[in-house]
């Protein structure tokens, strides 16, 4: 295995690869032609700073850092527009995913503040209540200092909640096997 | 076996390369006691003119009739000292050669083992040379003729070739014409020739050459008989014209009221039930497609009979069944294009002016226009890639080797004959790797204002008279959309429907990719396995026409050489039954993968021509009453007996098919690759030449591991080799062999890694096993004694 360098790219770890081919889905990484029917296809690529195809590319180079640090990872909404119409069936959506957690664990900080501490407070909730309870996010992820924002989004949770789509207090769903498995999974850390 | 066998055994020195490592002295000593041998000897170099004539003068003076020959690997010298025997009088058959260089002085450091391994080695040779019988070749006529099967350009030009020649040539076509997809194109690159200007002219000296016969309408079924001597039986559907009478005048089609689309011009047209393929069909004339005739189909109708001034038609005609004779055979039936609508993306079938490569190529001929509102295209797309360079389960895995030169020659195609055109090409990487195809690429940068998009497309979306195409440009790392007037798919080319029917009437073998298998990828590139089939042009891949023109003149000069001869000579290591003992159970005709055994008179006789010699059937029989010539039960068993018995232990015997695996295990002795000298090494035609029997006997005599490695391209392959060694394992078990004592692999000859890998694993798991225990191998001796 050739030593951790650089080579005008940035930082190379020689591990990164083999750590995202370990991956689910990961092993066909390498697989990747860079044809760009993945960025071709993706509807949030506009609001990306790099394509889906240049994230996998930074994979196979091993630029660990610089694939942790894009937005590409924290945009990607999972549509898997990009896996129907891969020519090499690579699982795309999957690998973004993977790739957050690895920056979350990694503490690589996200070029968008919102979307950790949403993915964060997402799975809290879920855990916490075995379903999704919006006001209970909202609260964990407001920026405290955007009034127009907390106005904003307080103003819509009660045009919301007059129509019944959120309530209050949290619904606890029936059966809790499910849940006790979430709560179980990884020791019970978020992750 | 008249005489008595005695047994001359000449051991190398190989200036050192075997005696720094081997005592050559006590090998010769030890084997000097071995029964039946009458010379023993070593030599500096046996390879020598000295050392040879050392050879002749044993078999000449001292009345040695068996050689055994100790010193590098047969694939090195054999030839040489058969040549040598031969000379002195003895049959060559009867020479056996003991490789102790590159299976064991080079790859072993331990003096004393190396001896003791080489001394089994040259011991199990002698056991072996004692049973040698001398062999001849069989020799056949061969029929000086050739059948081709698919008369596009692949076709057309062998029959040229080979009728030239002088051969007889007999060209077959499913179609009313010949010409095949060739004749479809408007210009090829990267000349700019007009298609059907280069094709024409050949078609018509075919149809008139006095050594080539054109069959059209008709198609193979069956084919019998042996290499130079096939007979190869066609179905030859009715025309319902009469071929001597037509005209081609088309007063007929005229008439005729029934229309279908037209296959000539993709679909984009209509043709009449009564048709003429094209202008420059070949034969030029009529046909009648009898799905779509009123008459032949409903039963009403004949207008065509009415209109017909030369009488032509010709209802009454029948399908025929004709059988041709013929010395060799060559398949090129070309290739067809996969339906881009198999891809939801492309929107294929979504818009008229969404098309293939070959409906463009039509329009180009037709004079450029938008199928759906007749307007000249200015803006036009194509597409590269449409179902190529995919993984396996989502498309073709190959790269269509033509897409991206035939998207450049149609993006200049557009510009030379549209004012103002832009035509644009989206690929993924452009791939010019032929003569003038690089320049032509740049010609259409510079001059012919293509544009190119490195990306490939992800969308194909109609929008009313217009089409978006949507990709990523991958080199700016931005989303393009554009909106065109017209989009061009360059579809995937693959093996046409029908390869794998054609690949069971000829016996050969089909790839992993659906074309046909050549039987070396570099060094016999148009032959087929089976000796006197050859294939050219894309049923052996894509590829475009200069290259398929190449391999149809290869495929020439082999049938010219292979007929030419007049007689071949088969390889006397074939198959042999006793006819006397056998009952015709038929069990080896469902094991030969060559079809060699037939049925004949109660019993089966084996085909010399045919068979390869692979020993798969051997084992198999259940009355015991089938040998193979040159590796018979008897010298097979004599040297795993003396190969077996004494040196190291735990003793590790290796069944190795001779060609691919030996090859491999020769490669790591020239890299001087070290393994366990307890590992001795059988070569076998096949391991499925390898039964029960030839286990146990190992067994009995010493062995106390087995490992049977086959080639990936030999006769047992994949499933075929973990069935048959699961069964040998299920079969010695109940004698108290563990079936980790038992192990196999296939390789190929660069893999000598993985087969060294491999000796490793088995003298571990060996090792860890231990000596077979004495009760066993006496219980197997038992079995052994009690069969005989």
């Not at chain 2, 108290?736 to 890694?753: F, V």
Request: proline share 5%; glycine share 8%; with cysteine.
């Amino acid at each position: 295995m050739k030593e951790t360098g650089t080579n005008g790219r940035g930082i190379i770890d020689p591990s990164f690869l083999e750590s995202v081919k370990k991956f689910p889905g990961g092993d066909k990484v390498t697989d990747c032609i860079q044809c760009g029917v993945c960025s071709g296809s993706c509807p949030a690529r506009p609001w990306m700073d790099y394509s889906p195809m240049q994230v996998l590319r930074m994979i196979q180079s091993g630029l660990k850092e610089k694939a942790l640090s894009t937005s590409t990872i924290w945009i990607c909404a999972s549509c898997y527009a990009c896996t129907t119409r891969c020519p090499r069936g690579i699982d795309i959506p999957i690998l973004m995913s993977n790739l957050k957690h690895l920056a979350m664990e990694e503490k690589v900080p996200a070029k968008i503040r919102m979307k950790p501490l949403f993915h964060k407070s997402f799975m809290e909730t879920v855990q916490k209540h075995g379903r999704m309870y919006e006001p209970e996010i909202f609260m964990k992820v407001a920026d405290k200092r955007d009034l127009k924002a907390i106005i904003h989004s307080a103003s819509l949770g009660l045009r919301l909640m007059r129509k019944g789509k959120v309530g209050l207090p949290p619904k606890v769903p029936e059966s809790n096997g499910f849940l006790v498995a979430l709560r179980n999974r990884n020791g019970g850390k978020n992750s | 076996m008249g005489e008595q066998p005695q047994v001359g055994v000449f051991i190398c020195h190989c200036g050192g390369n075997i005696s720094n490592t081997v005592d050559v002295a006590k090998v010769r000593d030890e084997i000097s006691k071995i029964d039946g041998v009458k010379v023993a000897e070593t030599y500096e170099y046996v390879c020598s003119s000295p050392g040879q004539e050392l050879i002749k003068q044993a078999i000449k003076e001292q009345g040695v009739n068996r050689v055994v020959v100790a010193s590098c690997s047969p694939r090195m010298h054999l030839e040489t000292f058969r040549k040598a025997a031969e000379e002195a009088g003895l049959n060559p058959y009867q020479l056996e050669m003991a490789n102790i260089r590159e299976q064991c002085s080079w790859v072993h450091n331990d003096k004393v083992q190396a001896t003791e391994k080489a001394t089994d080695i040259v011991r199990g040779s002698i056991e072996r040379a004692k049973h040698l019988e001398p062999l001849e070749p069989e020799k056949m006529k061969v029929n000086r003729s050739a059948l081709i099967v698919g008369a596009g350009i692949a076709g057309i030009v062998s029959a040229l070739e080979i009728g030239d020649k002088g051969y007889q040539v007999y060209l077959v076509d499913r179609s009313p014409s010949i010409g095949g997809h060739m004749a479809q194109l408007s210009k090829t690159f990267p000349t700019m020739d007009c298609s059907s200007c280069t094709l024409a002219p050949r078609m018509v000296q075919v149809a008139s050459h006095p050594n080539i016969k054109v069959i059209t309408l008709a198609e193979p079924i069956a084919m019998r008989g042996t290499p130079g001597n096939y007979i190869v039986t066609l179905r030859k559907l009715p025309r319902f014209v009469d071929e001597a009478r037509c005209t081609a005048c088309g007063e007929c089609a005229k008439y005729c009221p029934s229309k279908v689309g037209n296959e000539f011009e993709a679909g984009l047209t209509q043709r009449k039930a009564i048709y003429i393929p094209f202008a420059q069909a070949v034969p030029n004339k009529y046909a009648i497609d009898s799905g779509h005739c009123l008459y032949l189909s409903k039963g009403i109708c004949r207008i065509c009979e009415r209109f017909c001034r030369g009488k032509a038609i010709d209802f009454e005609q029948k399908e025929e069944v004709l059988d041709i004779s013929v010395g060799s055979v060559i398949l090129s039936i070309g290739y067809e294009q996969i339906d881009p609508a198999t891809y939801g993306n492309y929107s294929y079938g979504l818009h008229p002016d969404i098309i293939t490569n070959l409906q463009y190529e039509r329009l180009m001929i037709q004079g450029i226009h938008r199928p759906s509102d007749g307007k000249v295209p200015k803006k036009v797309a194509f597409v590269t890639c449409v179902g190529s360079r995919c993984s396996e389960e989502i498309g073709q895995q190959f790269c269509c080797k033509i897409g991206c030169m035939n998207a450049i020659k149609e993006a200049v195609l557009l510009d030379k004959s549209v004012p103002g055109a832009n035509p644009w090409v989206f690929y993924t990487d452009v791939r010019a790797h032929g003569k003038g195809y690089e320049e032509f690429y740049a010609d259409s940068r510079n001059t012919h204002n293509v544009k190119f998009v490195r990306g490939r497309v992800a969308e194909i979306v109609p929008n009313g008279g217009k089409i978006i195409v949507r990709a990523e440009d991958t080199l700016l790392a931005m989303q393009v959309e554009e909106e065109f007037d017209m989009v061009v798919l360059q579809a995937a080319l693959v093996a046409p429907r029908g390869t794998k029917d054609v690949a069971q009437i000829f016996s050969v073998p089909v790839g992993h990719d659906g074309f046909l298998l050549e039987r070396h990828h570099k060094l016999r590139p148009v032959d087929t396995s089976k000796d006197g089939i050859y294939a050219c042009g894309c049923v052996l891949g894509p590829k475009d026409i200069r290259e398929t023109t190449l391999e149809a003149m290869a495929t020439a000069s082999k049938v010219a050489t292979f007929v030419g001869k007049g007689e071949i000579l088969a390889s006397p290591k074939v198959a042999r039954v006793d006819s006397s003992k056998c009952n015709g159970c038929g069990v080896c005709l469902g094991v030969c993968p060559t079809k060699a055994i037939d049925k004949h008179d109660g019993g089966i006789i084996v085909n010399a021509i045919s068979c390869n010699g692979c020993g798969l059937c051997v084992p198999q029989c259940p009355l015991g009453v089938l040998d193979l010539n040159h590796c018979t039960e008897a010298q097979l068993l004599a040297q795993i007996e003396g190969i077996s018995k004494g040196g190291t232990t735990p003793k590790v015997v290796v069944f190795l098919e001779e060609e691919t695996p030996y090859a491999s295990v020769d490669l790591a002795g020239q890299t001087r690759l070290s393994y366990a000298s307890n590992v001795e090494i059988i070569p076998v035609p096949s391991v499925g030449r390898v039964g029960v029997k030839h286990l146990l006997r190992a067994f009995a005599s010493g062995a106390d591991g087995i490992a049977l490695v086959e080639g990936d391209d030999g006769p047992l392959r994949g499933n075929a080799l973990r069935d048959y060694v699961a069964k040998l394992k299920k079969a010695v078990a109940p004698y108290g062999i563990a079936p980790s004592r038992i192990m196999s692999t296939s390789t190929t000859i660069p893999q000598y890694d993985k087969l060294l890998n491999f000796f490793e694993m088995l003298t571990k798991n060996v090792t860890n096993a231990g000596k077979v225990p004495g009760e066993a191998r006496e219980k197997i001796c038992k079995t052994l004694e009690e069969a005989s």
